[in-house]
């Protein structure tokens, strides 16, 4: 039988291998020198994201975070790097080379001004394990049922079908 303490160690454990995929995917951008790459490791972030709100029991909020952040967003993306005739490969000019000396002090200075607020302002809080006042709680989970089960499927079909007709448009567009 599992207590409310194992579930806490648990979700703890979660978040922790989750945030350690988002690092990674996060230094993967900035150092990637292939546009696509680093596109793809934003997808990862995102996806993290979306996964550390389903830690939180937050499920509308994550559906709509891959939706709308993983789906519109990196599509977008995705069509401006081919509308623009960005190399595919590996860049050379990328500017990600230059200002390492002056943005490692000034990550380092915001890094610690953030954890030293946070835990100047929630230094007596403590976390309620019960689940109520949740971001996943009833009210939210009615409204996320309305929207994600009649429609779900509908919706996805028709941004695949879009997103095919897009792709589509731009390689007739694109002239090589």
Known sequence: MLFAADI???QT???GIIAAFMIAGALNV?????VVHAALSLVMVMAGAAAQYLLLAAEFVAVTQVLVYIGAVMVLFLFGVMLTRAKLGKDTDLNNDKGWAFGLPISVLLLGVMGYVLLDGFKDTKISGSGEGRIGSAANVLLSDRIFSTYALPFWALSFVLLAAVIGAIVLARKD
């Open 8 to 10: 806490e160690v648990a």
């Open 13 to 15: 454990i979660g978040f």
């Open 30 to 34: 900035v150092l990637s020198k292939n």
